[in-house]
């Protein structure tokens, strides 16, 4: 069309070889910036990481296992688990040199159907839902000062979570530079806060305040059901250990980026989970800390006196840098899903001059925000982890496939393949665990919801019925949006 031809052979962009394709077949094309290096990739899986999990999931987990040694063990060996996955990605991300994370890996090695549910599920519900239930930690924790000896109304929660969305929405529109300046910056602040409570356990142990770890393993839960409900408490303080691979495109020498962030950040962030938990049960009680309503508040009252305030604020800081995260990848994979022709044309399309997919961003923030105004997402986020490690079971068995009949293919880092069967094993637990011990009828919802996508995906990817409207809609949208299609990274 007349709008393709102007936007993309536009000289503004056509003298940068980052931003442009050099294949004349297509025309050239508008490609986001490679603006992502070691540093950025370390605070977007740490900065993800470390949202509201660790501030309020240990009570969860202790409750689950019964007593404080065995749900140290949960917490490590869930770290265990989030490195051998990360590890797994690691490689498929030095084979598919594409963003897009589970979507990219599962297209190219499964094909176009399951590729296309997992799109469906994730941009419409899981993504949106996790960025929603984030940025709703942050307001709760942010209003709280406002409103001192009672509960926060909901309708300043709300508003203030969908402003914390449509401040991310700006920052992540104008520039992918700026989006990850705020990632470095929340990321240093959260592991500043972790710190001080670190610290201060360690202070509170030199003390000799080491009862809650006297008979540590007595009353240890064993049912297999409870000891996967503790796994999903301590895997979403872990979820993000993945963001990295939806941005491939955008980092720099992604072959060797990929790999050492991932084992930077992934062992800092269980490392420093592993302490503050020790730091939480080093200042209460097992009781106490099962009593608690958000532990990290209980702690500082305990520990800090009159600067518990500070906790207050290190949460709102974390929970708001580990949106920024949620939302920088979350939206990646709609864009990505849309070049690919899973989505509507315009969400692959990139601003002509911030080069940031911003229809994507949009379309993710406006998902976010009906999820917020609805408070319908509950029961979707408690289920979070049943659908996550649905999808990375089938990503992990993807990469086992690669490495026993693909083994030719060019690769730059090889993880040994005992890591991945470990990630599938403990994937298939997951999935399975909580259906066979407490079977739920919200889990079948899920399930029906995700092949519901088969009723879109025939008429409009299979058969590519396109209605003439969508095509006028589209143009117009380019118009409004200043926007223009893009071409993959050529890795």
Not at 309 to 315: C, G, Q, T
Request: charged share 10%; proline share 5%; with cysteine.
């Amino acid at each position: 069309s007349a709008m393709r031809e102007r936007k993309t052979t536009d000289p503004l962009h056509s003298t940068d070889p980052l931003h442009l394709s050099t294949d004349l077949s297509e025309g050239k094309k508008l490609r986001l910036k490679q603006e992502v290096g070691l540093i950025s990739g370390v605070s977007l899986i740490a900065g993800t990481m470390i949202g509201s999990g660790i501030f309020m999931s240990p009570e969860w987990v202790l409750h689950h296992m019964g007593n404080p040694a065995s749900s140290l063990l949960i917490w490590a060996a869930c770290g265990l688990l989030a490195m051998f996955g990360a590890l797994s990605y690691a490689e498929l991300g030095t084979i598919i040199k594409e963003s897009g994370g589970e979507y990219i890996y599962i297209l190219r090695i499964f094909g176009s159907f399951p590729a296309f549910l997992f799109a469906y599920t994730s941009v419409i519900l899981v993504r949106p839902a996790g960025l929603a239930a984030v940025c709703l930690s942050f307001a709760e924790y942010a209003i709280a000062p406002f409103y001192p000896g009672c509960s926060s109304p909901q309708v300043a929660i709300k508003c203030t979570a969908a402003a914390c969305i449509l401040i991310l929405t700006i920052i992540n529109c104008l520039n992918v530079r700026l989006a990850t300046s705020v990632m470095n910056i929340f990321t240093a602040a959260k592991l500043l806060a972790l710190l001080v409570i670190v610290v201060g356990g360690l202070v509170l142990l030199a003390k000799g305040q080491t009862q809650s770890f006297q008979n540590g393993f007595q009353g240890t839960t064993a049912g297999i059901g409870a000891v996967g409900v503790a796994f999903y408490q301590g895997l979403w303080s872990y979820d993000g250990w993945n963001n990295l691979n939806y941005v491939t495109e955008e980092l720099k020498k992604p072959e060797v980026t990929l790999p050492r962030a991932l084992m930077i950040a992934i062992p800092l962030v269980t490392c420093l989970y592993l302490l503050v938990n020790v730091s939480y049960l080093a200042a209460m009680t097992p009781s106490e800390l099962l009593s608690s309503g958000a532990v990290a508040v209980t702690w500082g009252d305990k520990v800090l006196g009159s600067w518990a305030w500070l906790i207050s604020l290190s949460v709102a800081l974390s929970t708001f840098g580990s949106s920024n995260g949620t939302f920088f990848s979350g939206g990646r994979v709609c864009y990505i899903a849309a070049r690919e022709g899973h989505m509507p044309d315009v969400l692959s399309m990139a601003h002509v001059r911030c080069l940031t997919p911003s229809p994507a961003l949009l379309f993710t923030s406006a998902m976010s925000l009906i999820m917020i105004i609805s408070g319908s997402f509950t029961t979707i986020v408690n289920f979070f982890s049943f659908m996550a490690w649905l999808f990375y079971g089938m990503t992990i068995s993807g990469l086992l496939y690669l490495k026993i009949k693909k083994p030719e293919l060019p690769r730059s880092y090889k993880v040994p393949i005992f890591i991945p069967i470990t990630v599938l094993v403990a994937a298939v637990y997951l999935v399975l665990a909580p259906i066979i011990d407490q079977p739920q009828i919200e889990i079948l919802y899920i399930i029906l919801f995700i092949f519901s996508g088969i009723v879109f995906y025939f008429p409009l990817v299979h058969f590519k019925y396109h209605p003439c409207f969508l095509q006028r809609v589209t143009l117009h949208l380019q118009l409004l949006l200043e926007v223009a299609p893009t071409t993959r990274d050529a890795n």
